[in-house]
């Protein structure tokens, strides 16, 4: 039972690049998110998903987009890397019981955008 | 809009104090709210979860209460420890339980 499982870690782009930042779990949650964490911000949401095909957005969502073809996969596309992107990225998780659940995190993705 | 402010920002304690760190939110409409702690490069780990309907919840030398009509929650941590050093973060949940809003954290430090 890996939890949340993210990739890559570390990632470095140029400005105007594209990438996915991939987010995979095994417990079967049905509800998945995307924060971003950035110094003296603390962490924001970015999307959420409460199901399979079912996505919306957070507080920050511009500039990223998301899918959720699976109960397993939420990946998080950057269609055009900013600078002010630069940010570390975590993706959690729960199961369907919101009240009761906790929500489960990735271990991150520290992403720079040069 | 749902604010979330930890005092204090940073503690250092003798080990074995006991401590409190202090969350208030806005807006008292939640779903449930959670406690985190953050290690240095890590993920969070949820430590505890109340429900709207609870007053608090207790895990081993951790207790949380909740009072949602003033808007403030409390992290207890009894008989502090080095491994206990890391940053704690209060989110309490939107009404409809569809996203956390999260504070930005209080450090702590243990010194043996």
């Known amino acids: 039972n890996a939890g949340v499982t993210q990739t890559p870690k570390f990632q470095v782009l140029k400005t105007g690049q594209s990438m996915t930042l991939q987010c995979a779990q095994d417990?079967?949650?049905?509800?998945m998110s995307w924060y971003r964490q950035d110094p003296g911000m603390g962490l924001r949401l970015i999307h959420y998903s409460v199901g399979a095909g079912i996505t919306d957005q957070g507080e920050v969502p511009n500039g990223y987009n998301v899918s959720r073809s699976t109960t397993e996969d939420f990946p998080l596309r950057l269609l055009s890397a900013a600078p002010s992107q630069t940010s570390v990225y975590f993706c959690a998780s729960r199961g369907k019981s919101q009240e009761g659940e906790k929500l489960f995190f990735g271990s991150g993705t520290q992403l720079s955008v040069l | 809009k749902q604010e979330v402010t930890q005092i204090p920002a940073a503690l250092s304690v003798p080990e074995g104090e006991n401590l409190v760190l202090n969350c208030s939110f806005t807006d008292s409409a939640i779903y449930n709210l959670q406690w985190f702690r953050q290690d240095p490069g890590k993920g969070l780990t949820s430590l505890l979860l109340i429900q709207s309907s609870q007053r608090e919840q207790t895990s081993g030398r951790l207790n949380a209460s909740l009072d949602k009509s003033s808007g403030r929650s409390t992290l207890y941590i009894a008989a502090s420890q080095p491994g206990d050093s890391a940053t704690y973060l209060c989110?309490?949940?939107?009404?409809?339980?569809?996203?956390?809003?999260f504070g930005k954290g209080t450090t702590l430090s243990v010194s043996s």
């Open positions: 417990m079967n949650h049905e509800y």
């Open positions: 989110a309490p949940s939107n009404q409809a339980g569809t996203a956390l809003i």
